[in-house]
């Protein structure tokens, strides 16, 4: 990469929109999850509605290069950030890091998030193609393979874990988005961190919904 978009800005603005691309997504896709509440037969046709058009294509061709492009930057800036010796030991006058053990991780977290993210495609995307009739259209049985699942505890501690880091990981990503794309400059900075925390907090509660009422109404 070259010129504004292999600069250090530039790769942290790339860092930023491809992050914010998968916030977004990760948002559609537990307020979706949610359906689960509402019956199987709902979960499933919208399930089945998503996959069905050509949309689908394009929506996975956006995550894949938005997930590469976002690896890449993190290495880099990272590889970047570690040979930039000053800045790495920067200290406070009174001896502590300035930045936050969450900002410090944000490479070990976003590690564990990619291998989550695999195993989560082999679990479910590629996992038991259960199939199931909804008013006559046949199409894969998803709710049953959560519940299947989640009535397994080793499943439910993994997911716990994974989401609750995935969390913090959102939380400090997306606040730090806001702050390459230039909005934490001004009055606004404590709204854009009072966002980025509330949005974390939303997408993780409806995501360990999800785990917790499987395992416990199987009890
Ligand atoms: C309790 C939490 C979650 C549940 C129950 C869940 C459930 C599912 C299910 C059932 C699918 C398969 C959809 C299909 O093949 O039609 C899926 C796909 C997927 N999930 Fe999750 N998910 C959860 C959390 C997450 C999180 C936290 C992420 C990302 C960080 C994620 C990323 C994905 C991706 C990328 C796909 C593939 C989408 C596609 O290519 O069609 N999921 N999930």
């Given at each position: 990469m070259s010129g504004f978009l292999g600069s250090t800005v530039g790769k942290k603005y790339l860092m930023g929109i491809t992050g914010l691309i998968w916030a977004g997504f990760v948002l559609a896709h537990m307020a979706g999850n949610l359906l689960i509440f509402v019956s199987h037969d709902a979960y499933n046709s919208y399930g089945h509605a998503l996959t069905s058009g050509n949309i689908i294509y394009v929506a996975e061709a956006v995550l894949v290069l938005a997930l590469i492009v976002h690896v890449y930057t993190a290495i880099s800036l990272t590889i970047a950030n570690r040979s930039a010796k000053d800045q790495r030991y920067a200290v406070t006058a009174s001896g502590k890091k300035k930045t936050s053990l969450a900002s410090r991780t944000m490479a070990v977290q976003g590690s564990l998030i990619l291998v989550f993210i695999i195993l989560h495609l082999i679990t479910f995307k590629y996992g038991t193609h259960y199939t199931t009739n909804v008013h006559g259209v046949?199409?894969?049985?998803?709710?049953?393979?959560?519940?299947?699942?989640?009535?397994?505890?080793?499943?439910?501690?993994?997911?716990?874990?994974?989401?609750?880091?995935?969390?913090?990981?959102?939380?400090?990503?997306?606040?730090?988005?806001?702050?390459?794309?230039?909005?934490?400059?001004?009055?606004?900075?404590?709204?854009?961190?009072?966002?980025?925390?509330?949005?974390?907090?939303?997408?993780?509660?409806?995501?360990?919904?999800?785990p917790a009422y499987c395992f416990l109404a199987a009890q």
């Open positions: 046949e199409m894969r049985d998803l709710a049953r393979l959560m519940v299947e699942v989640f009535q397994q505890p080793g499943y439910v501690v993994w997911y716990f874990i994974a989401l609750i880091l995935l969390g913090f990981h959102l939380k400090h990503g997306v606040n730090s988005s806001f702050q390459s794309l230039g909005l934490m400059e001004g009055t606004y900075r404590n709204t854009w961190k009072k966002l980025s925390i509330a949005y974390a907090v939303v997408v993780i509660a409806g995501f360990l919904s999800q």
